[in-house]
């Protein structure tokens, strides 16, 4: 027996279609003033403006997932070891190397413009 899937049907809001047609009103009015734009240079200011509004959120991403992994590592080892007062620092130590390689992996995000 095959089960599908249902098929989404997205319906575009009164909203969101008059901001579309205002777009392509506006696109098409510069296009008069300036010939030689093209469909390429509209799309890249699209992205553009799309990176400037959307927030930045690869780097919060990456900033949770490496506290987490963090708070797992100490959860795990003090389960494992509750005496250990050396094995205490070791975890300290692979909680600051996580946080500094996240650190340093959103600071390479950002300047790459991959928020």
Do not use: C
Request: no cysteine.
């Amino acid at each position: 027996m095959l089960i599908f899937p249902p098929v989404r049907t997205d319906t575009v809001s009164p909203r969101v279609q008059e901001l579309a047609d205002r777009l392509v009103a506006a696109i098409d009015e510069l296009k008069r003033y300036r010939p030689d734009l093209t469909d390429r240079d509209v799309r890249a200011a699209l992205e553009l403006v799309r990176r400037k509004r959307t927030p930045v959120t690869r780097i919060a991403v990456v900033g949770v997932t490496a506290a987490a992994a963090a708070i797992a590592g100490i959860l795990t080892f003090a389960a494992n070891e509750p005496a250990s007062a050396q094995g205490l620092w070791t975890a300290s130590g692979v909680v600051v190397l996580v946080a500094v390689l996240a650190a340093v992996l959103a600071l390479v995000l950002r300047a790459r413009g991959d928020s």
